[in-house]
């Protein structure tokens, strides 16, 4: 019995002596030599289309007569925005909602509960040149909500590959020359990220531009010029 009991014994101990053995081996090899570099390059484009979100805000002490009010005032808006050349599949509606609100004293105490209406459009501009006539006729048609204006390219693929190559020759610089400091060679590309970033929205006053609209002035807005920063993250082996 205390034979076929040590034998067993026996086969345990040289299996945890091959596994101790095994993980020794992986721990022990050598791990793959990589450099990391992050290629950059602006890409500037001249706008050509515009995006902007166009509210009216109405209360009224019902529901029902605020929900009218908004609604007259909106298709006034809406009328306003067409009458300067936009067309209708450019206007979409993005929000409409209903909710009471209360009305308070400089003292904190509630002086009324009105009903209110917020209604708001977002239109695309393709014709960035009356984009000041558009916001201008919208406020005096009763806009009273306007949110950041975004400008864009309608077609700017071409343009982001220009950029994507420029960064990554970029990227392909500053690992050749940290490989030439560290004294070793760039071997093949491991990996790659990509990232672009977006155009960043113009707020608009629509209070100071209600101001403009009484003396018949258009809006003044500059979309200038679109620059967009094209990065990528590349990853090389070395030898």
């Known amino acids: 019995m205390r034979t076929k009991l040590v034998i067993p014994s026996i ?11 095994s993980a020794s081996i992986s721990l022990g090899q050598a791990q793959p030599r990589t450099i990391n570099v992050t290629g950059n390059s602006q890409v500037i484009m001249t706008p050509d289309i515009a995006y902007v979100s166009i509210g009216v805000h109405s209360e009224a002490a019902s529901a029902s007569e605020a929900v009218a009010a908004n609604n007259a005032q909106t298709q ?3 009328d306003a925005i067409k009458a300067q050349g936009v067309d209708a599949k450019d206007i979409q509606t993005t929000n409409f909602s209903v909710y009471q609100q209360q009305k308070t004293s400089p003292t904190g105490e ?3 509960t009105v009903f209110a209406t917020d209604n708001t459009v977002y239109v695309t501009i393709r014709d960035i040149t009356k984009i000041g006539l558009i916001l201008d006729a919208s406020v005096k048609a009763g806009a009273n909500n306007i949110y950041g204006i975004t400008f864009d390219v309608q077609n700017k693929e071409a343009a982001m590959a220009t950029g994507r190559d420029e960064a990554m020759t ?3 610089a ?8 560290a004294g070793v060679k760039l071997g093949d590309v491991q990996n790659i990220s990509y990232y672009s970033s977006s155009p960043s929205p113009i707020y608009y006053d629509s209070k100071a531009a209600a101001g403009i609209g009484g003396g018949g002035a258009s809006v003044p807005v500059s979309p200038g010029q679109l620059t967009m920063t094209v990065s ?6 070395i030898k």
């Open 174 to 181: 500053q690992a050749e020359q940290l490989a030439s400091a």
């Open 110 to 112: 509630v002086t009324e």
């Open 170 to 172: 970029d990227a392909q």
């Open 232 to 237: 990528v993250g590349v990853t090389y082996g």
């Open 76 to 78: 006034a808006v809406i």
């Open 11 to 21: 086969f345990i101990i040289a299996a945890l002596a091959l596994s101790a053995c």
